[in-house]
Every structure is written in structure tokens, then in C-alpha cells.
């Protein structure tokens, strides 16, 4: 499986058409931004022909169809320690951040100089600005 081409392509662009779904959960700190992630992002895989093998609550949140795994982060306040923590277990991670603070430059940065960016895109909209990616450790266990 190609992880920019059939995993995040059309996770992005069905993210970038449904943002406004997430704005109702910005008045609960914490609450929500990642389940949103996760249940639009197996639903964008699910219309685009690949869906997914599996969720798990513990480890990685997807299991894919080829057997791979991809752990999930999502928030507004650009923490790029929590996005960071997503790679604990050495798979990719796809995340979600943004909303009505601005920070996605110095987050962007800063994300690039701890992980390798596979994919990213940045866009706008009512609610601010926001950036969805895929990153990957910078160096793999074993190899």
C-alpha cells in the first residue's frame, strides 16, 4: 500500500470537504478532534475502495489491509510534543491539527526537524487555519 497515495490522498481530501463538522467540538476541551479523525479517516478509506482492516482503543488506532498500522492524533492547539508521541510505536502517523490559533509554521517546523513528513497538506477555512499529515519516524527500529 502506498501510504501518500491510497491511505493519505483520500483522507484529505474528504477531511478538507467535511472540516465544518468538527467545529461544534471546539467548545469541549480535549473531547472529540480524534474520534472525528478516526471515523472520518476510515470512512474516506472505505469510500475510496481500500477500507480498512481493524481499530483498536490500545496500540495504533487502524490496522490497514495490508497489515500495517497507523496511530491517529488530532488537536487544536498545535502541541507538537502529542503528535510527536504518535510515532511511540515506531508506525506512521496521521494527524490532524488547526482551528481558530494560528501556530502552523512554527509547528510545521518544528515537526520536520523530529520526524519525517510523508505528506501535508495546509488549508483554511471558517474555523482557522489547518494542517493534515502523515509522518513517519525518522529512523525505523532494526534498520
Known sequence: MDLTQDFFAPIATH???????????????????????????????????TPIKGMHGKG???????????????????DVKYVLN???YQTPCLFLFGGPNSGAAKFLEQLGRQSRILACERFSF?????????IAPLTNLGG
Open 15 to 49: 477531511v478538507k470537504e467535511h472540516i465544518a463538522r468538527l467545529e461544534p467540538l471546539f467548545g469541549y476541551r480535549g473531547a472529540g478532534n480524534e474520534a472525528w479523525l478516526k471515523s472520518e479517516a476510515v470512512y474516506a478509506l472505505k469510500m475510496a475502495g
Open 60 to 78: 495504533p488506532d487502524l490496522c490497514l489491509y495490508d497489515g500495517s498500522f497507523v496511530e491517529l492524533k488530532s488537536g487544536s492547539n498545535w
Open 86 to 88: 504518535g510515532l511511540k
Open 126 to 134: 471558517e474555523t482557522g487555519e489547518w494542517i493534515l499529515g502523515l
